[in-house]
Nanobody, 120 residues
Framework: QVQLVESGGGLVQAGGSLRLSCVAS????????MGWYRQAPGKQRDLVAT???????DYGDSVKGRFTISRDNAKNTVYLQMTSLKPADTAVYFC??????????????WGQGTLVTVSS
Protein backbone atom coordinates (compact mmCIF):
# COMPACT_ATOMS: atom_id res chain seq x y z
CA GLN A 1 0.00 0.00 0.00
CA VAL A 2 3.04 2.29 0.12
CA GLN A 3 3.23 4.54 -2.91
CA LEU A 4 5.78 6.94 -4.38
CA VAL A 5 4.67 9.93 -6.43
CA GLU A 6 7.15 11.98 -8.44
CA SER A 7 6.67 15.54 -9.61
CA GLY A 8 8.65 18.36 -11.18
CA GLY A 9 9.46 16.97 -14.60
CA GLY A 10 9.01 19.00 -17.73
CA LEU A 11 10.63 20.57 -20.76
CA VAL A 12 13.71 22.73 -20.32
CA GLN A 13 16.43 24.19 -22.49
CA ALA A 14 19.97 22.86 -22.35
CA GLY A 15 21.82 24.52 -19.50
CA GLY A 16 18.66 24.94 -17.47
CA SER A 17 17.60 23.50 -14.14
CA LEU A 18 14.79 21.44 -12.68
CA ARG A 19 14.00 20.09 -9.24
CA LEU A 20 12.25 16.76 -8.93
CA SER A 21 10.35 15.69 -5.83
CA CYS A 22 9.15 12.29 -4.69
CA VAL A 23 6.78 11.77 -1.77
CA ALA A 24 6.17 8.43 -0.09
CA SER A 25 2.79 7.76 1.45
CA UNK A 26 0.84 4.89 2.94
CA UNK A 27 1.68 2.41 5.67
CA UNK A 28 5.31 3.33 6.40
CA UNK A 29 7.28 2.20 9.41
CA UNK A 30 10.62 3.53 8.22
CA UNK A 31 12.28 4.43 4.94
CA UNK A 32 15.92 3.46 4.50
CA UNK A 33 17.60 4.41 1.23
CA MET A 34 15.92 6.57 -1.42
CA GLY A 35 17.07 7.27 -4.92
CA TRP A 36 16.51 8.32 -8.48
CA TYR A 37 16.95 6.25 -11.63
CA ARG A 38 16.30 7.17 -15.23
CA GLN A 39 15.46 5.38 -18.44
CA ALA A 40 15.55 6.67 -21.99
CA PRO A 41 13.61 4.89 -24.76
CA GLY A 42 15.31 1.67 -25.78
CA LYS A 43 17.89 1.88 -23.00
CA GLN A 44 18.34 0.29 -19.60
CA ARG A 45 17.38 1.96 -16.36
CA ASP A 46 20.44 3.65 -14.88
CA LEU A 47 21.37 4.98 -11.47
CA VAL A 48 21.15 8.74 -11.09
CA ALA A 49 21.65 9.16 -7.35
CA THR A 50 20.89 7.51 -4.03
CA UNK A 51 20.86 8.74 -0.46
CA UNK A 52 20.77 6.78 2.77
CA UNK A 53 18.75 7.75 5.80
CA UNK A 54 21.95 9.08 7.34
CA UNK A 55 22.66 11.28 4.33
CA UNK A 56 25.36 9.33 2.52
CA UNK A 57 25.06 9.88 -1.24
CA ASP A 58 26.10 8.14 -4.42
CA TYR A 59 25.87 9.49 -7.97
CA GLY A 60 26.06 8.10 -11.43
CA ASP A 61 29.17 9.20 -13.29
CA SER A 62 27.25 11.16 -15.91
CA VAL A 63 25.58 13.46 -13.37
CA LYS A 64 28.35 14.05 -10.84
CA GLY A 65 28.89 17.73 -10.22
CA ARG A 66 25.57 18.69 -11.81
CA PHE A 67 22.86 16.94 -9.77
CA THR A 68 22.27 16.99 -6.03
CA ILE A 69 20.09 14.55 -4.11
CA SER A 70 18.61 15.40 -0.73
CA ARG A 71 15.82 14.19 1.53
CA ASP A 72 13.48 15.29 4.26
CA ASN A 73 12.88 12.33 6.53
CA ALA A 74 10.05 14.04 8.39
CA LYS A 75 8.17 14.50 5.11
CA ASN A 76 9.14 11.15 3.56
CA THR A 77 10.38 13.09 0.57
CA VAL A 78 13.45 12.91 -1.64
CA TYR A 79 14.55 15.64 -4.04
CA LEU A 80 16.78 15.81 -7.06
CA GLN A 81 18.15 19.22 -7.98
CA MET A 82 19.33 19.11 -11.58
CA THR A 83 21.48 21.85 -13.05
CA SER A 84 23.42 22.33 -16.28
CA LEU A 85 21.01 19.98 -18.00
CA LYS A 86 22.01 18.38 -21.27
CA PRO A 87 19.95 16.73 -24.01
CA ALA A 88 21.48 13.42 -22.89
CA ASP A 89 19.64 13.85 -19.58
CA THR A 90 16.31 13.39 -21.37
CA ALA A 91 14.60 10.38 -19.81
CA VAL A 92 11.83 9.21 -17.56
CA TYR A 93 13.04 9.65 -13.99
CA PHE A 94 11.88 7.09 -11.45
CA CYS A 95 11.90 7.44 -7.70
CA UNK A 96 12.90 4.44 -5.60
CA UNK A 97 12.73 3.77 -1.87
CA UNK A 98 13.48 0.97 0.54
CA UNK A 99 10.57 0.81 2.95
CA UNK A 100 9.90 -1.08 6.14
CA UNK A 101 6.14 -1.20 6.40
CA UNK A 102 6.46 -3.08 9.71
CA UNK A 103 9.49 -3.67 11.95
CA UNK A 104 10.47 -6.80 9.99
CA UNK A 105 8.87 -6.42 6.57
CA UNK A 106 10.79 -4.67 3.82
CA UNK A 107 9.99 -3.73 0.24
CA UNK A 108 11.76 -1.81 -2.48
CA UNK A 109 9.17 0.29 -4.31
CA TRP A 110 9.10 2.48 -7.39
CA GLY A 111 7.18 5.53 -8.47
CA GLN A 112 5.41 5.86 -11.80
CA GLY A 113 8.07 8.13 -13.27
CA THR A 114 8.21 11.73 -14.42
CA LEU A 115 9.43 12.81 -17.84
CA VAL A 116 12.33 15.22 -18.20
CA THR A 117 12.99 16.55 -21.68
CA VAL A 118 16.01 18.75 -22.41
CA SER A 119 16.08 20.55 -25.74
CA SER A 120 19.19 21.84 -27.47
Amino acid sequence: QVQLVESGGGLVQAGGSLRLSCVASGSIFRITSMGWYRQAPGKQRDLVATITRGGSTDYGDSVKGRFTISRDNAKNTVYLQMTSLKPADTAVYFCNAGVYYSPSNFLAIWGQGTLVTVSS
